[in-house]
């Protein structure tokens, strides 16, 4: 996500086929699991929804946002094929605000945003949720840069264990690695991936 601009994205999602598929994110879909009794989730960067479908089957209280009209549409399209309801909001995410202290788990995956933008914005996401609230992250690595299998081709867009270690700083944390990885999700992530994965339980 190289900018905040919605027509990159608008464009990428434009397709009938799901880019990413309908499936949820292995990684997510894992450590959700363990979230018991689920509550309010809030997912950034959401795109076609197939994270936020999934967690709803489960019983939770979804709220979701993203800056491309297209995506929406497909997630809602999504949310009614599967029988289940998803609050899903169009925000730019350079500028979006949310309550603090209100949910329960916030899950980031695959957000990619300059390192201008990412702290910040990771900061937002941990102060919405409440103490003892857990974040779920999965993003390519630096490592990732050269791959073919997905992410953008941008070391400042990439992440490394440090970066994401001081932006959660006031965090537990629970899980934090870098992996190589074989993805399949949909043409735009498929291959061997460098990936860092973290979950981390808010203390203050």
Known sequence: MKDFKSNFWDERYSSKEY??????????????????????????????????????????????????????????????????????????????TTQ??????????FVHLATDFRSEFHKKIMDSIKPKGKIILELFSKNQFGKNSGGPQDLNMLSSIEEIENDFRQM?????????????????????????????????
């Open 172 to 204: 537990r944390p629970i899980l934090l690695k870098e992996e190589t990885i074989f993805l399949y999700e949909g043409e735009k992530h498929s291959g061997q991936s460098s990936v860092i994965r973290f979950v981390g339980e808010k203390i203050v």
């Open 100 to 109: 603090k202290n209100f949910y329960d788990c916030a899950a980031i995956i």
């Open 19 to 96: 880019v990413y598929g309908k499936e949820p994110n292995q990684f997510f879909k894992k450590q959700l699991y363990k979230i018991i009794p689920p509550g309010k989730l809030l997912l950034p960067g959401e795109g076609e929804g197939r994270n936020a479908v999934f967690a709803a089957k489960l019983g939770w209280q979804v709220e979701a946002f993203d800056q491309s009209s297209v995506a929406k549409l497909k997630a809602l399209k999504l949310a009614e094929e599967n029988n289940v309801t998803i609050n899903y909001s169009i925000v730019n995410l350079a500028m979006f």
